[in-house]
């Protein structure tokens, strides 16, 4: 009995030790991909940065890029920019209504769309839309070799493919946030006249009384990043996918959920950073 017992204890402090060699073989194995991955994106980045300021320039295809994702993507920001603000409104009307402040929901609704709501949910409407439609067509490109043949051709495609769409959606994003935050302005008055009668210049009147410099233009600044962020994102998985048929579709899904969550860091630093000058 006693040897029984020894053998088992030998054997489970052999197994504990096995445990511990993979996990930390495995934990070795996740941070030396963590790390290589961190790498190539830091070069891919760089090159972008390299490439966007060397002629030739393919104004074209930026052109056609930036209707694809402003023109095409109108609608649907429309759409959710008008029923943010209408819901908002009619949301806060009570709350408001309660301690007699009724006159400041103009101002707060305009205020909250403005600096934080229209801009986020833009950025994660094209992440969406936008971000997971070139991952998935850049890597149906690299899986069909159309990008290897480019290259061999010398037709340049990281500048034709991959520079025209990140400035595309830098570009794009910002100026939809800004279509975003009138619409929303707009399903914000229908909401206030739903349960009461205001005009436009009375209510557009309350909103630019309590409405600064500083709630503007880091709300419109942030954008930008966020434009550049999921079209980096979006290319660098598009442009590096592999694993055959079954790259594309991680790419397009990675592509919007770390477009997304990088979306709300740059978000979080940025209210930081403009909270600090207010």
């Not at 029984?4 to 030396?32: C, H, M, P, W």
């Not at 942030?222 to 594309?248: H, L, P, Q």
Request: aromatic share 12%; net charge neutral.
């Amino acid at each position: 009995m006693k040897k029984d017992a020894t053998v088992l204890e030998e054997n489970g402090e052999e197994a504990k030790k096995q445990a511990s060699k993979f996990s930390i073989a495995y934990l070795s194995e996740r941070l030396d991909d963590f790390f290589g991955q961190v790498d190539t994106f830091t070069r891919f980045t760089l090159r972008f940065f390299k490439e966007a300021f060397m002629p030739p320039y393919e104004v074209n295809e930026f052109l056609k890029q930036c209707y694809l994702v402003g023109n095409k993507s109108l609608p649907l920001v429309g759409l959710t920019a008008l029923i943010m603000g209408l819901v908002f409104t009619m949301q806060s009307r009570p709350t408001l209504t309660k301690f007699g402040a009724q006159s400041w929901l103009p101002a707060m609704v305009a205020i909250a769309m403005i600096r934080e709501i229209s801009p986020v949910i833009t950025a994660l409407i094209c992440a969406g839309k936008v971000g997971s439609g070139i991952g998935a067509e850049l890597a149906s490109m690299r899986v069909t070799e159309q990008i290897d043949a480019m290259e061999v051709s010398g037709n340049r495609p990281f500048k034709y493919l991959v520079v025209t769409r990140v400035m595309a959606i830098t570009l794009m994003v910002p100026l939809l946030a800004i279509f975003s935050d009138s619409i929303s302005l707009l399903g914000s008055f229908i909401g206030v006249n739903l349960q009461g009668d205001t005009t436009a210049k009375l209510f557009l009147s309350h909103i630019f009384e309590k409405l600064d410099f500083i709630d503007v233009f880091p709300a419109i600044i942030k954008t930008f990043f966020f434009g550049f962020a999921i079209g980096i994102i979006s290319c660098y998985k598009g442009y590096n996918s592999n694993s055959g048929t079954e790259g594309v579709g991680r790419a397009a899904n990675t592509s919007v959920v770390q477009a997304s969550l990088t979306i709300f860091i740059i978000d979080m630093l940025a209210v930081q950073v403009a909270n600090f000058f207010t």
